[in-house]
Nanobody
Framework: VQLQASGGGVVQAGASLRLSCAASGRTLTNYHMGWFRQAPGKESEFVAALVWTTLRTRQRHADSVRGRFTISRDTAKNTVYLQLNSLKPEDTAVYYC????????????????????WGQGTLVTVSS
């Protein structure tokens, strides 16, 4: 599967952005989809992930973004989104989308080594 991330930009603190991760090559059924970010000079960190079945969608968000960021998906468009609200300067980073194939009932992974497929990243810059 190929992943294409987009939607980054330069915004002021308190603003919102929506990042998109469009998948091609495969439908996202049985894929766990995640977002990670890497700030300048820092290690990559987990942001959010989701997996879905026909019955339900499960999501997981990092403590640092819970209540401000929301991961969602549009199966018709084979796309996963990350809605970023109430942005802070510390949210400045390159955001990457990632995917892994696993049982949709499996625990949502937060380690980047668990994800085999990666998009190219999109830069989010938040000014104070």
């Amino acid at each position: 599967v190929q992943l294409q991330a987009s939607g980054g930009g330069v915004v002021q603190a308190g603003a919102s952005l929506r990042l998109s991760c469009a998948a091609s090559g495969r439908t996202l059924t049985n894929y766990h989809m995640g977002w990670f970010r890497q700030a300048p000079g820092k290690e990559s960190e987990f942001v959010a992930a989701l997996v879905w079945t026909t019955l339900r969608t499960r999501q997981r968000h990092a403590d640092s973004v819970r209540g401000r960021f929301t991961i969602s998906r549009d199966t018709a468009k084979n796309t996963v989104y990350l809605q970023l609200n109430s942005l802070k300067p510390e949210d400045t980073a390159v955001y990457y989308c990632a995917a892994r194939i696993d049982n949709p009932l499996a625990t949502i992974a937060t380690g980047e080594s668990m994800y085999a497929y990666w998009g190219q990243g999109t830069l989010v810059t938040v000014s104070s």
